[in-house]
């Protein structure tokens, strides 16, 4: 049986879109049910409209808190009889509330080898820091920052003088490849959240 699958997005949403695609696939154990956006001009909610996705802006209202906006996506999804939810370039941060009632069926990808470089611009952040070697990391979410448990990473070694618009390209490219994977994993209980670790069958 496929999972149902929500993707939150926040912009462009081209992980997302190699989401999409790996879904396409018959033998896929996933299928999306629901693309969801907290802006609702997002680029990605655009696409994902064109190829007849059910889609949702879900947008803050005056004076909410992030407590009832959470509320209100957790109903968005259970009523639409979601069972996992893939962060995609999401820019808001969920309630402790929100990650606790979706342990172990939220995922979101983040673009350095985390524990490095969590947080905003990681990519900047490699490039800054000199390190040779930075890559992606797919990972269950709770309610830190890019903390959860890992449940996997793909690694790249700098070329001498790369340009960060360039790592950012290349950096780009291996999360379209590892984000489909880990989905595809998780979708097929291979990878568990245990004991607040990711175990692999
Ligand atoms: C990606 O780099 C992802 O790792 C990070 O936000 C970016 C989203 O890009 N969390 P896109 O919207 O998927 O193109």
Redesign the pocket.
Known sequence: MKRATAIL?????????SLVRACQDPDFPARIELVASNKADAP?LDWARDQGLPTLALTRSPGEGRADFDTRLDRALTDRGIDLVC????MRLLTAGFTERWQGRLL????SLLPSFPGLD??AQAHRARVRVTG?TVHFVDSGLDSGPIIDQRALHLEPRESLESLSSR??AL?HALYPECLKQVAAQQVQLIDGRAIWR
């Open positions: 997005i926040s912009g462009r949403g081209s992980n997302m879109q990605g962060l995609a370039g999401y979101n990808i983040h673009p990681a990519q992606c950096l780009l999360e």
